[in-house]
């Protein structure tokens, strides 16, 4: 069973970038496709950004496209996403989340970590 903790949130102002990084622990991660996802106040949460197991395969929201890349290390059991161009509307709560091979939805979660970006 994997463990994810992210880190490298905070805030920010409209424009800057902003890199984030997820520690995976306890399983096998290079069997995992990885994802982003992103809760703000008063939302439900969205998809934001997935990687395939061997990190060739990336799809991302409509709304990050061409601003966010997501990459993984697979050596260093770690995913990042790098963020740039931030918006306001880019202000929420990111988790790292983890898919196992053959599963519908991703089974596990990390705590997350706060991004605010002003204007």
């Known amino acids: 069973q994997v463990q994810l903790a992210e880190s490298g949130g905070g805030l920010v102002q409209a424009g800057d970038s902003l890199r984030l990084s997820c520690a995976a622990s306890?399983?096998?991660?290079?069997?995992?496709?990885m994802g982003w996802f992103r809760q703000a106040p008063g939302k439900e949460r969205e998809f934001v950004a997935s990687?395939?197991?061997?990190?060739?395969?990336?799809n991302y929201s409509d709304s990050v496209k061409g601003r966010f890349t997501i990459s993984r290390d697979n050596a260093k059991n770690t995913i990042n996403l790098q963020m740039n161009s931030l918006k306001p509307t880019d202000t929420a709560v990111y988790y790292c989340?983890?898919?196992?091979?053959?599963?519908?939805?991703?089974?596990?979660w990390g705590q997350g970590t706060q991004v605010t970006v002003s204007s």
């Open positions: 989340a983890a898919k196992q091979l053959y599963r519908a939805t991703y089974g596990y």
């Open positions: 306890g399983g096998a991660f290079s069997t995992y496709e």
């Open positions: 990687v395939s197991r061997g990190g060739g395969t990336t």
